[in-house]
């Protein structure tokens, strides 16, 4: 699993923030969770693989939000384990 934040620029509202995440699912459908702030400016992936850049930034652009930057890093989810009988 790999985590991606992205930096946004053009989120002004809760719209916004719905706006860029239907436009990423809609671009990857194989995103896991997806999150934006609209006052961070930024959205989190979590999906199955690490995307580009120019991947991230023609999903984005359509609908009229400029991605500033993307870092990826591993993800692991956390998580309660139970080892009983």
Do not use: W
């Not at 706006?19 to 999906?47: C, M, W």
């Not at 591993?74 to 309660?80: A, D, H, M, R, V």
Request: charged share 30%; net charge positive; with cysteine.
């Amino acid at each position: 699993m790999v985590r991606t934040t992205i930096s946004i620029d053009g989120m002004m509202c809760p719209m916004c923030e719905a706006h860029v995440n239907d436009a990423l699912r809609k671009q990857f459908p194989e995103i896991q969770n997806v999150k934006s702030s609209h006052k961070k400016n930024e959205t989190v992936i979590i999906s199955s693989r690490e995307y580009t850049d120019e991947e991230l930034r023609s999903a984005l652009d359509k609908s009229g939000y400029k991605v500033i930057s993307a870092q990826s890093v591993p993800y692991e989810k956390k998580g309660f384990s139970f080892f009983g009988k």
